[in-house]
């Protein structure tokens, strides 16, 4: 597994992962170029930081002072690449070229890949891609990415924001705190590379209210790179492929009455996760899946009731519900009647 999933096991954060890595604190773990790989079955390590008392812990960490303070290893020495890490992001620059093992993975950051070199043998979500030296390259959040043979020579600086930062920035300027940035290669502006450079000189020197400077920087790389990839037409776009995978999806439940509700399947047709699906289906329609599903179901059986012949159990499984009284408290809740009481009320009419 990953640092990034061993992270979500274990409640350890990313980088304190990676520094136990590095420091071989979790046994048989493999380095692939900048990352690790972690055996599923590990256990999961003891973190020497902490003592029996946290809160004693928590005054300690209170007391260092983040503006003479230097920023803490969390990536142990590496042959092929120098490790410049902050709050926001953390940049990977190469030292020499290096190989790629083939293999793909994902990772909760947003990744931006400015070749040095060219790099052949890329898969982005499936898609093979190469790219010529000095051209940025996006990777989103959780996004498969790697390569599909073994590259080898290559090489390549790696900007990887954390998620949190990148996102509440995107929701700061254009109002969204969701983005995909296209995968396609572009050239990568000089504005880019020079702030990169001002982050690693500020980063190497250490001065005096160095951390605050990265900081900042932080913030303009990430603009530099929103200008750059042109992200505010692609954020249109991307709300447009959104409308019409949700539109798709409540096509699917009207074609499905019958089938159990599936949040995830329902996600995974949508191309989404099942968070962002259900925060946008609410947004569409004002209601959850659920709510709607529901209403559906409801809808259906109204029709069905409208024929005495059949009985109302017969119309709750019809419309896919287990039990009768599921049918009769969804029904209820949503017409102020049982489903009898409804079907008097038709008839006498």
């Given amino acids: 597994m990953t640092a990034a999933e061993a992270s979500k096991k274990w409640g350890i954060s990313v980088r304190r992962i990676q520094y136990l890595c590095s420091h071989r604190r979790i046994p048989n773990v493999i380095q692939l170029g900048r990352c690790w790989g972690i055996p599923k079955d590990a256990s999961k390590p003891r973190d020497e930081r902490c003592k029996n008392d946290t809160d004693a812990e928590g005054e ?136 990169v450079r001002s982050f690693i000189e500020e980063y190497e020197s250490r001065k005096d209210g160095y951390f605050y400077i990265l900081s900042n920087l932080s913030v303009q790389l990430a603009v530099a790179i929103f200008r750059q990839t042109g992200i505010a037409g692609q954020l249109h776009r991307f709300a447009g492929d959104q409308n019409a995978f949700i539109q798709k999806a409540i096509a699917h439940l009207k074609e499905n009455i019958e089938e159990s509700f599936s949040l995830q399947a329902l996600s995974n047709a949508a191309n989404m996760s099942k968070y962002s699906f259900a925060r946008k289906f609410k947004q569409m329609t004002g209601k959850t899946p659920y709510e709607y599903f529901m209403d559906i179901r409801i809808m259906n059986a109204l029709e069905y009731l409208n024929n005495d012949h059949l009985k109302v159990i017969d119309v709750a499984v019809q419309c896919g519900f287990k039990s009768h009284s599921h049918f009769s408290q969804q029904f209820r809740l949503r017409t102020g009647m049982t489903p009898k009481e409804y079907r008097k009320k038709i008839l006498r009419q």
């Fill in 60 to 195: 300690q960490e209170k007391s260092v002072s983040m503006q003479k303070q230097p920023l803490p290893d969390f990536v142990g020495e590496d042959p092929f690449f120098s490790v410049y890490p902050c709050d926001k992001l953390t940049i990977f620059a190469a030292k020499k070229p290096a190989p790629l093992f083939r293999g793909e993975f994902s990772h909760l950051s947003y990744e931006f890949i400015i070749t040095q070199s060219a790099v052949s043998g890329m898969v982005v979500s499936g898609e093979k891609m190469d790219a010529a030296p000095g051209m940025l390259v996006a990777i989103n959040s959780e996004q498969m990415h790697g390569t599909h043979c073994l590259v080898s020579d290559v090489s390549f600086l790696s900007i990887q924001f954390e998620k949190e930062f990148l996102e509440e920035l995107l929701y700061g300027i254009y109002g969204v705190k969701q983005a995909r940035f296209d995968n396609t290669p572009i050239l990568c502006g000089e504005e880019i590379q020079s702030l």
